[in-house]
């Protein structure tokens, strides 16, 4: 229903453009009645995200880098001036160097192996507690995850096993926040156009195999993201933490490409 999320306040980070997961994410929260708040990564996507921001009426944006632990305890501080407490966040921050999203994971350096892992698995940790601190009637939190986690995608490589330990600490963090009534979840999304996702080298062909082979045998849209979003961050999804969610046009249950589809 339309107030879904009304007299609910939350926090959006990973906007970099509207083709950002976090914008189609923004756009559902609010559609459904959520007051929101963002976060952008350096001033150029700053002027990008500003103008995002205010046509779904926020005026909060705030910078923040993951890796410097002091913007994530500005945001946090403002936050708690704005608005004193804090329903839910969406965490959808990834970065890994590109020349490593290509070849062989076990060529991985130990610099950009610690960098990935910082920025997209430690930092929905550091987010977590800060918001935990601002959730005294509870909350819920959410991450973007992908099935790289779990099993290889080509070039996907170091950010798989940063995935892999995103999605353990979703359910670390469902257990310890749980007595709280604060849930924990992630969104794992089918491959989508964006900034992060041209990174991987192939991404083309990712995006082409997935529509060709899903069971919706379509494209996984940020709307898609959205929709399942709004769920896992209301009331509708009360009972579910420590959850991965498939968005993906049911791709993830497909072993083996249709016969038909194969040449021999
Ligand atoms: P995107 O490029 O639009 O968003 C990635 C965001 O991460 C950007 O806003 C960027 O500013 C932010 N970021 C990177 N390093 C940061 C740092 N140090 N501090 C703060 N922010 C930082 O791409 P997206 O595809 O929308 O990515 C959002 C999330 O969705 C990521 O976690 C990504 O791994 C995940 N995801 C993407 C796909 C896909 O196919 N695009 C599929 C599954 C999961």
């Known amino acids: ?5 009304a007299g609910k306040r939350g926090l959006i980070m990973g906007v970099a ?3 950002s997961i976090a914008w189609g994410i923004a756009q559902a929260l609010a559609s459904h009645g959520a007051e929101l708040a963002f976060t952008y990564q350096g001033e150029a996507f700053g002027r990008r995200v500003k103008p995002l921001a205010e046509s779904l009426g926020s005026n909060l944006v705030f910078p923040c880098d993951v890796e410097d632990t002091s913007t994530v305890d500005e945001v946090f501080a403002s936050l708690a001036d704005a608005w004193g407490s804090v329903d839910f966040v969406v965490h959808a921050v990834a970065f890994s160097d590109k020349s490593e999203l290509k070849g062989r994971y076990a060529d991985t350096t ?3 192996f610690v960098r990935t892992m910082v920025i997209s698995c430690f930092s929905f940790t550091e987010v977590a507690r800060r ?3 601002m959730m005294p009637a509870g909350g819920s939190l959410l991450t973007l995850t992908y099935s ?3 099993r290889v995608m080509p070039n996907y490589n170091v950010m798989g096993v940063a995935k892999a330990g995103l999605e353990a600490s979703v359910r670390y963090l469902a257990a310890d926040y749980g007595p709280q009534g604060i849930r924990v979840n992630a969104i794992s999304a089918g491959p989508v156009r964006t900034l992060a996702g041209s990174g991987i080298t192939d ?3 990712m995006y082409n195999f997935h529509k060709a082979h899903s069971p919706l045998r379509r494209a ?3 709307a898609d993201v959205g929709g399942s979003a709004v769920y896992l961050l209301s009331p509708l999804s009360s009972g579910v933490t420590g959850e991965v969610h498939f968005v993906d046009s049911g791709y993830h249950v497909i072993s083996m490409p249709r016969p038909e589809t194969i040449r021999d």
Request: charged letters at 25%.
């Open 17 to 19: 453009n509207d083709h």
């Open 1 to 5: 229903s339309e107030a879904m999320m």
């Open 203 to 205: 991404a083309r062909r």
């Open 131 to 133: 918001a935990a601190a």
């Open 110 to 112: 130990r610099d950009n």
């Open 148 to 150: 790289g986690a779990t």
């Open 220 to 222: 996984t849209t940020i």
